[in-house]
């Protein structure tokens, strides 16, 4: 009866709720959304499955006639379920309107045989971030030694046919990812043992492959959403809407890829979306979707409609839309609003990204694909652990103009002059210009891949100053000369030292402050028990030969210029000091930074 009109009201308006996948790379998102689509369900099964813009939509229908076996009291209130079609967490992140997101339910894949793995992990805190209701789907069962497959079959029943040593090893994996998920802080639980849902979150067992536990993960995934989301999925004349995409299309020119999640769209509807440069304010020329007969579906062509009901996948085209910025809420101008207003709010989501550029204008460049991506980038890179300022940020490609900006950084700290691109394509004019001006861009479409590359090339650049700097750095020491071991008196002079503190270098200039500061040359070699070594610790006895730098210092003789008693210091300077600071910090220890300070007012350094 779920169709006739006995149904009540409040039922019939229900929406259909939007349903992303994430995961770690692998673990089968693909896949699953491939088995799910009817790409492996036997044909009929497919019937009604619908291609939409980025999403794929399932009837009720189909819903209902895949889960028939699992008995349940299907009353399916809601129209069917919209599954977006790319997985992880970039389509996720761009699901976003007003600050929340915009995916009702997400599925989040683990692979039984590897458990949770590192994005398994990012996905979970981006849910937590946008607070988004999600089912794990534990998929690969089949992969489980020994597994008997049942095409398409309820997981318990699937479960049920297995020897004792599958449902054992099952049963072992289970645990064990039970375990990591509550070292994450999360309950979770077979979904039919679960008696708690909303607080214990529900694992579906799954096959891609075969097809096991596909029936229970589309059931649990309508139940769930119409029993707890009513208030959330109920239609609404209000249009809730999102740009997925802006794609230039053949004949159509710039055109936008949108997720309509609540409301309706007209052709003609006067529109304000997001832009680079500040609000777009336009009208829909054409609501578009894909033919839905694939044996007619000639590239390029579309389905025209004057209305479109949520929630719908949809391309929308206008003018005007060239800077549109993926990822943001798209808002409809209606008879009562005012456009000034609906501009602001339209704009507010960029604010909030702009408000995180550094306010020292330092930092680096970054660059998403879209408005969502950028600000989970923005955010990883706020976090302690990294801690990389930005100055600048922007959408899209990166452009010649992209790269101008980001050498500005040249001047102010070199290695600031860098582009972190995630997920974008670099043109290659940019590309060109950035190795000519020395602009660093790195590429990559994980987060965490971007912040290695960054750091790897910070730890490089540093290495380079310091070989840079080995010439002028000196390092601070006091000498006591060692009785007995003036092994030669002048040019070279060598002597048996002691290192009374601090660290003597090879290269380090030497100085006898109690003998009106002379200057005796620079330390060419040291020897540690008849071995040659670069350095001596506070504490060691080594021989150290002196070599003067000029002539005035080869003359510099022990017992004639300076004698046993006195002691050799490093001679510093200022420039010396600022070398030591900017690239040996973590070099000397707080006692050897005492000592440069107790030279400084020796040398009276200002
Ligand atoms: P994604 O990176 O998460 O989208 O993973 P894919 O869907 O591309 O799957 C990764 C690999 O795992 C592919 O070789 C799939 O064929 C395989 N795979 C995915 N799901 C399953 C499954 O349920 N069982 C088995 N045996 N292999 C699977």
Wanted: aromatic share 6%; net charge negative; hydrophobic share 40%.
């Amino acid at each position: 009866t779920q169709n006739s009109d006995a149904t009540p009201k409040a039922e019939k308006d229900l929406r259909s709720p939007i349903c992303c996948i994430m995961g770690h790379v692998d673990t089968g998102k693909t896949k699953l959304l491939d088995c799910i689509r009817g790409t492996n369900v036997q044909e009929g099964e497919a019937g009604g499955i619908t291609q939409q813009i980025g999403a794929t939509y399932f009837p009720a229908a189909n819903i209902r006639d895949r889960t028939k076996e699992l008995k349940a009291d299907a009353t399916l209130k809601v129209p069917g379920l919209l599954v977006i079609d790319t997985p992880g967490h970039e389509s996720f992140t761009n699901l976003r309107s007003r600050g929340s997101g915009l995916c009702d339910i997400a599925i989040l894949v683990v692979d039984i045989m590897h458990g949770l793995e590192p994005q398994t992990i990012e996905s979970l805190n981006l849910l937590k971030m946008r607070n988004t209701e999600f089912i794990i789907a534990l998929n690969k069962v089949d992969r489980l030694y020994g597994w008997k497959s049942t095409r398409n079959a309820p997981i318990v029943k699937a479960l049920k046919q297995q020897s004792k040593d599958v449902q054992n090893e099952f049963n072992m994996r289970l645990t064990q990812i039970v375990t990591q998920f509550k070292e994450q802080g999360l309950n979770t639980e077979l979904y039919y043992k679960n008696r708690e849902m909303g607080e214990t979150y529900s694992i579906v067992p799954t096959s891609a492959i075969t097809g096991e536990g596909i029936p229970d993960m589309l059931l649990l995934l309508v139940q769930w959403t119409q029993k707890t989301m009513v208030e959330k999925l109920t239609f609404s004349n209000e249009v809730q809407c999102t740009v997925l995409e802006v794609k230039v299309i053949e004949g159509h020119g710039t055109t936008i890829d949108v997720v309509l999640v609540n409301g309706v769209l007209h052709e003609g509807d006067q529109i304000v979306v997001c832009g680079m440069q500040g609000p777009i304010v336009t009208s829909i020329r054409a609501l578009l979707t894909p033919h839905p007969m694939k044996e007619l579906r000639v590239k390029g062509t579309y389905l025209h409609h004057k209305e479109i009901k949520a929630a719908q996948g949809i391309k929308i085209t206008a003018q005007g839309l060239e800077h549109a910025i993926a990822g943001t809420a798209l808002y409809v101008v209606g008879p009562d609003d005012d456009v000034e207003d609906i501009k602001e709010t339209t704009m507010e989501d960029m604010k909030s990204v702009m408000s995180r550029i550094d306010k020292s204008g330092e930092g680096v460049c970054v660059q998403a694909s879209t408005l969502g991506s950028l600000e989970a980038l923005l955010e990883f890179l706020k976090t302690p652990e990294v801690n990389i300022p930005v100055s600048g940020i922007s959408i899209g490609p990166v452009h010649k103009k992209d790269v101008m900006k980001a050498s500005v950084m040249l001047e102010k700290k070199k290695e600031y002059a860098t582009i972190l691109a995630f997920d974008v394509k670099v043109t290659p004019e940019s590309r060109e210009l950035a190795e000519e001006l020395g602009v660093k861009i790195f590429i990559a479409d994980i987060i965490y891949h971007l912040f290695d590359q960054f750091k790897a090339y910070i730890d490089n650049l540093k290495e380079e100053k310091k070989k840079e700097a080995a010439d002028e750095v000196v390092f601070p020491c006091v000498l006591k000369i060692l009785p007995n071991c003036i092994f030669n008196k002048k040019d070279p002079i060598v002597l048996g030292v002691d290192i009374l503190e601090g660290i003597a270098k090879v290269g380090t200039p030497i100085c006898i402050p109690q003998k009106e500061f002379i200057d005796i040359g620079r330390i060419a070699s040291i020897e540690n028990n008849h071995k040659p070594v670069d350095t001596a610790k506070k504490g060691q006895k080594v021989a150290i030969k002196i070599v003067g730098s000029n002539s005035e210092e080869q003359q510099k003789m022990f017992g004639r210029h300076f004698e046993i008693e006195d002691e050799l210091v490093s001679h510093i300077s200022r420039k010396s000091i600022d070398i030591l600071k900017a690239n040996y910090r973590e070099d000397l220890s707080n006692e050897d930074w005492r000592l440069v300070l107790k030279l400084r007012n020796l040398f009276r350094i200002q």
